[in-house]
């Protein structure tokens, strides 16, 4: 009787994980074009793409400097800056200047309506993934020596991290929770490495291959992950104080290619960057076109849709769906509140900025005679948009904006 139990659980398991899996899409976005370096998202939506280069080593053949490409809204595709010599990795600070990794000079550069600046390349050695903590400090992924350099806004760059070859391999993506933690992925082991805001290092997970980027979504909190040399995309869920040692599947077959469709049937190649869109549900990937490990261009950018649907249940608490939230615009309180009772059971709120910073947080909501009220005290942010989500431990059951005056 225990064996058909836990056979039926196991079979009941993998139909669920299909039927989410059948939610996830994967679509192609572009034409092959020259964008084979890191991924970020300006607070409008528009795409930026750094262009490592032709090759994994080496120049370009052809001589001419890479940029660094935008895509926005309308899927138009131009240059955005040139003059690089290997655009690797790339991130916004908290004013929406972009700052740009140039692997090939071996510095780091701010680019400004197009115009790039040089900011610095003190300990900088073999750049790629850089990511801002709250405080407008920068941390920048050397590939050339196996260390996390941090630059502050003033721009004194000291070591911040090192380690031996099972923690730093040619550190290739980076990124940052809401708590200023940063996460790691190397280009050549397929460790995931977390660092507190005091240095400290740890391995809390691995995709099974050597990675690209990552990027995390504070509203699932989630890692997700290209995995370069696996062809896939994967994410690691930080709900958990110790996650488990292997990442989740998002999507891809693992075969070579480019194939559109669902999580199961969805090919990639050598996808390298990756950039989570603000409400955390789609993600935006570069993957070549090329099936020669070392040619990286031409590039697509593909976008996987329905990402939650895949890595999080998402369901109604009893019943969430009849939540009323109101003044919006608002000025100072924002009320939330529900005609029917509902169970509180674990019940939280984050409210985040579009930059994706948990600014408000609310946890162990109570009910009042089985009814929700949920009040939101905007009094002290910036007047701009905003969005909140409330979730019963792992489990989104409400999402949705708001717009601060």
Not at 367 to 391: F, H, M, R
């Amino acid at each position: 009787m225990m064996k058909c139990l836990k056979l039926i659980l196991i079979l009941l398991f993998i139909s669920m994980n299909s039927n989410a899996q059948e939610d996830i899409t994967v679509n192609t976005l572009t034409s092959p074009f020259t964008g084979s370096g890191g991924l970020s998202l300006d607070n409008e939506g528009n795409l930026y793409i750094g262009d490592f280069g032709d090759f994994l080593s080496g120049g370009d053949v052809d001589g001419q400097p890479n940029s660094v490409w935008k895509l926005d809204t309308e899927l138009n595709l131009t240059v955005y800056s040139q003059g690089f010599i290997g655009a690797s990795g790339n991130a916004f600070d908290s004013n929406g200047v972009l700052y740009q990794s140039d692997i090939g000079a071996g510095a780091i550069y701010k680019v400004i309506n197009g115009i790039r600046t040089f900011v610095t390349n003190t300990g900088i050695s073999g750049p790629v993934g850089i990511i801002f903590d709250s405080n407008d400090n920068f941390y920048v992924c050397n590939c050339g020596n196996n260390t996390i350099r941090k630059v502050t806004p003033s721009g004194v760059s000291t070591l911040f991290a090192s380690g031996n070859a099972s923690i730093f391999n040619c550190p290739n993506g980076i990124t940052i929770d809401e708590n200023d933690n940063l996460y790691v992925v190397n280009f050549s082991n397929p460790n995931i490495i977390k660092i507190t805001p005091n240095g400290a290092t740890s391995i809390i997970g691995s995709t099974g291959a050597g990675n690209g980027h990552l990027d995390y979504d504070p509203v699932s909190n989630r890692l997700y992950i290209a995995s370069f040399a696996g062809h896939r995309i994967f994410s690691l869920s930080l709900e958990d104080e110790f996650p488990q040692p292997t990442a989740e599947l998002l999507a891809g077959s693992g075969v070579l290619g480019n194939t559109d469709g669902d999580a199961t049937t969805s090919r990639f190649m050598y996808p390298n960057g990756v950039a989570v869109t603000q409400t955390g549900d789609s993600i935006y990937i570069n993957s070549s076109t090329n099936p020669n490990i070392s040619t990286l261009n031409p590039q697509l950018i593909r976008l996987i849709k329905g990402v939650q649907s895949g890595s999080l249940s998402v369901e109604s608490v009893n019943p969430l769906s009849n939540l009323n939230g109101y003044p919006n615009p608002v000025t100072d309180k924002f009320l939330i509140e529900s005609d029917l009772a509902v169970s509180s059971e674990n019940l939280n709120l984050k409210l985040f900025d579009l930059n994706g910073k948990v600014v408000k947080e609310i946890k162990n909501i109570k009910t009042n005679d089985g009814k929700l009220k949920i009040v939101i005290d905007l009094a002290s942010l910036a007047a701009g948009n905003y969005l909140y989500t409330i979730y019963n431990n792992s489990n989104i059951v409400n999402q949705g904006k708001l717009i601060k005056k």
